[in-house]
């Protein structure tokens, strides 16, 4: 049965005070972000809205040049991720897949990172968050460097500085991928680096092996041994 038509006036109209400022909030999240496609997006952002949890929001708005589009990734997007599931050591592939589609990232990519990760239900995150890091940098040097942007615990304009264990971590996972580095290279040049932690973060030291790196051939970790000199 059709409802009648009824007309109401402003003061029937019950308007939340918090409206708002919830649209003005969701607006400049759009913004920011910039989804590839709002819809879903904007399902993801009000549904994490109303349990509390971590939006799927970037920092601030990314240029072009920072977007890889073969991936879909971006610092920013990769940034937003390990914010929504790092607090746990471990998370769900179904909560992983829920996170990457709010944010409108394509689902082939995700099962290759699964794929390459060999993982199961519950997975790792700093070893999936490695992964991402690799799909963004291309290179160990690279993708170790995006690792200390994104994990940086600095103000912005200093120095992306993280955690000795967690470069560790991250780049033991990565180097293992490559069948040509062997544990022993591994385990020196992890060595060499941790006697140098106390006077010089990691990331400038890749930062500075990444710039030579355009210059020089050799294996990846020449390069950042060359950080090292």
């Keep these: ?5 009824t007309m109401f006036c402003a003061q ?56 890889k589009t073969d991936t879909g990734l971006s610092p920013g997007l990769l940034k937003t991720l390990h914010k929504q599931l790092s607090p746990c050591e471990t ?9 990457w589609k709010g944010l409108c990232l394509p689902v ?5 990172l699964l794929l390459l990760g060999s993982f ?7 070893e999936f968050f490695a992964l991402g890091c690799g799909a963004l940098g291309g290179s160990l040097l690279s993708s170790l ?3 200390c942007e994104i994990l940086m615990e600095d103000e912005e304009g200093g120095a992306a500085r993280i955690p000795f264990d967690t470069f560790v971590k991250l780049y033991t996972y990565l180097a293992h991928l490559d069948e040509d580095m062997s544990q022993d290279h591994i385990d020196k040049f992890l060595s060499s680096l941790q006697a140098q932690a106390d006077t010089m973060n990691v990331a400038e030291q890749c930062e500075r092996a990444r710039r030579r790196e355009r210059g020089h051939g050799g294996s990846t970790l020449a390069f950042l041994s060359l950080a090292l000199v």
């Excluded at 399902?43 to 929001?57: D, T």
């Excluded at 998370?91 to 996170?99: F, G, I, M, N, V």
């Excluded at 082939?108 to 290759?112: I, K, Y």
């Design 91 to 99: 998370c769900s592939k179904e909560d992983l897949q829920k996170k």
């Design 12 to 67: 029937q109209i019950n308007i939340p005070p918090q409206l708002p400022d919830i649209l003005k909030d969701f607006t400049k999240a759009a913004i920011r972000t910039q989804p590839k496609d709002l819809l879903p997006w904007s399902a993801a952002y009000f549904n994490a809205l109303s349990k509390g949890q971590r939006l799927p929001v970037k920092d601030r708005l990314e240029t072009n040049a920072s977007h």
């Design 120 to 126: 199961d239900s519950d997975i790792d995150w700093m």
């Design 108 to 112: 082939d990519q995700l099962e290759d």
């Design 145 to 147: 460097t995006f690792a």
């Design 1 to 5: 049965m059709p409802l009648p038509d």
